[in-house]
């Protein structure tokens, strides 16, 4: 439980019209650069899809942390990987999209490309206990997919517990929605080590400020542990 804590940067909050200066504004106070791909179906939003991807790993200076809100993701995660993702960065989807999802986890594992699935706050840890071999990644949403700036959903912490222990320890447990100064100690507590926060960081004023305050506040939730 001593790893360190990793942040990522929800661009979901940030000015969609600079993504590039999005970016690179947070970059020496986050981990990574979190992309939300909404398609209008899995979930009512729509953001943006592989060619904005592609060029977003172009410009980026911190590794990719790519969620798919898709559906039929087993059709697409071929158009997401292309030549650009790398090693270092990761491209997860939702196990409520694609029952059968070994072989999508393994074509983004062959790039290699971190492979991740993400379960929605109701969507019980038995469905993809499964797949402990087979992912670099555990996305838990602690809000219902689809929109940032939601309220943390508190009943995901036990499942956040319940993943860590069933999978093994080189696979990180990632906590996305919600996540605010009164928040983010108790998702590292329950286990959470990639730690996604989108208006917590974008909505302020200083988002870098805000980023290594979130950051302090998790450490000291896992030290004091
Ligand atoms: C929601 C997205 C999140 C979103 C989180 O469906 O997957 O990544 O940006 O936003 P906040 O941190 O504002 O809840
Ligand atoms: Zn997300």
């Known amino acids: 439980m001593n790893d360190?804590?990793?942040?990522?940067?929800?661009?979901?909050?940030?000015?969609?019209a600079r993504l590039d200066w999005s970016m690179k504004r947070v970059a020496?106070?986050?981990?990574?650069?979190?992309?939300?791909?909404?398609?209008?179906?899995?979930?009512?939003?729509?953001t943006f899809g592989a060619p904005v991807i592609k060029y977003l790993k172009r410009?980026?200076?911190?590794?990719?942390?790519?969620?798919?809100?898709?559906?039929?993701?087993?059709?697409?995660?071929g158009s997401?990987?292309?030549?650009?993702?790398?090693?270092?960065?990761?491209?997860?989807?939702?196990?409520?999209?694609?029952?059968?999802?070994?072989?999508?986890?393994?074509?983004?594992?062959?790039?290699?490309?971190?492979?991740?699935?993400?379960?929605?706050?109701?969507?019980?840890?038995?469905?993809?206990?499964?797949?402990?071999?087979e992912v670099d990644q555990v996305l838990v949403m602690s809000v219902e997919p689809g929109f940032g700036g939601q309220p943390f959903i508190e009943e995901v912490l036990p499942k956040i517990t319940e993943i860590r222990s069933a999978f093994p320890p080189n696979v990180i447990v990632a906590v996305d929605g919600g996540i605010a100064p009164d928040t983010i100690g108790k998702a590292a507590k329950a286990g959470a080590r990639l730690i996604i926060a989108g208006k917590a960081i974008y909505g302020e004023p200083r988002p870098r400020k805000a980023a290594n305050q979130l950051r302090a506040i998790a450490e000291q939730a896992i030290t004091a542990e």
């Not at 360190?4 to 969609?16: H, N, T």
């Not at 020496?28 to 729509?46: E, K, P, R, T």
């Open 4 to 16: 360190p804590i990793l942040l990522a940067a929800s661009l979901l909050s940030s000015d969609l």
């Open 28 to 46: 020496s106070a986050v981990d990574y650069i979190h992309c939300d791909v909404m398609d209008g179906h899995f979930v009512d939003n729509l």
């Open 59 to 77: 410009h980026s200076p911190l590794p990719l942390d790519v969620h798919l809100m898709i559906e039929e993701p087993g059709r697409w995660v």
């Open 80 to 133: 997401y990987l292309g030549d650009w993702l790398a090693k270092g960065d990761y491209l997860t989807f939702h196990i409520e999209a694609e029952p059968d999802p070994v072989e999508s986890l393994r074509s983004i594992r062959k790039k290699g490309v971190g492979a991740g699935i993400s379960i929605k706050p109701n969507t019980p840890a038995d469905q993809i206990k499964s797949l402990k071999h």
